[in-house]
Antibody
Framework: QVQLQQSGPGLVKPSQTLSLTCAIS??????????WNWIRQSPSRDLEWLGR?????????EYADSVKSRITINPDTAKNQFSLQLHSVTPDDTAMYYC?????????WGQGTLVTVSS | DIQLTQSPSSLSASVGDRVTITCQAS??????LNWYQQRPGEAPKLLIS???NLETGVPSRFGGGASGTDFIFTIYSLQPEDIATYYC?????????FGQGTKLEIK
């Protein structure tokens, strides 16, 4: 059974970097059949795909245009996890952040981390 | 980006009712559409993939269909535990996008 466990701070100051980690159990971040995504849900309940990383003989990273200039999603094979960094945050980045596995649909989700951007 | 227009935005129905939610894509997505259930305080849960394929363990009262760029999600007999918000999501290309959600309440 695949489980995703998120960790990271729930409060980030404006202009700083939001950093979250998603630890994977029951699968491998290096899987050749899965992709590892970050999605956020705004206070108005809209869902937004932010980006993903996956391994197919080499590592790929793909990002939404809306955050492309300030996002990094990286795998950590030693710890079997992947991370999200979102730089230069503003209050508009306040949201619930989820990590998810894409394996014929977003079939496994982390528990979510509510991140508030405020001074 | 592909836009998904989901309707209605909210819905009230009685236990045992048949409930239908629609999702219209702004272009052909080749049935690359998933449906999710999000109960209050929980992460979304994948119910249906590829427009009509029920995920393992999902009750058979849930179903999905497609006609061109129009997609339908059906609960054939509404149960109290189905109170949730339902979302469609396409995976035809990047970026993945979601419908606005349909909040389902019991009368």
């Amino acid at each position: 059974q695949v489980q995703l466990q998120q960790s990271g701070p729930g409060l980030v100051k404006p202009s700083q970097t939001l950093s979250l980690t998603c630890a994977i159990s029951g699968d491998s971040v290096s899987s050749n059949s899965a992709a590892w995504n970050w999605i956020r849900q705004s206070p108005s309940r809209d869902l937004e795909w932010l980006g993903r990383t996956y391994y197919r003989s080499k590592w790929y990273h793909e990002y939404a245009d809306s955050v492309k200039s300030r996002i990094t999603i990286n795998p950590d094979t030693a710890k079997n996890q992947f991370s999200l960094q979102l730089h230069s945050v503003t209050p508009d980045d306040t949201a619930m952040y989820y990590c998810t596995r894409d394996h014929g649909g977003l079939d496994n989700w982390g528990q979510g981390t509510l991140v508030t951007v405020s001074s | 980006d592909i836009q998904l227009t989901q309707s209605p935005s909210s819905l009230s129905a009685s236990v045992g009712d048949r409930v239908t939610i629609t999702c219209q894509a702004s272009q052909d997505i080749n049935n690359y559409l998933n449906w999710y259930q999000q109960r209050p305080g929980e992460a979304p849960k994948l119910l249906i993939s590829g427009a009509s394929n029920l995920e393992t363990g999902v009750p058979s009262r849930f179903g999905g269909g497609a006609s061109g760029t129009d997609f339908i999600f059906t609960i054939y007999s509404l149960q109290p535990e189905d109170i949730a918000t339902y979302y469609c999501q396409h995976y035809a290309n990047l970026p993945y996008t979601f419908g606005q959600g349909t909040k389902l309440e019991i009368k």
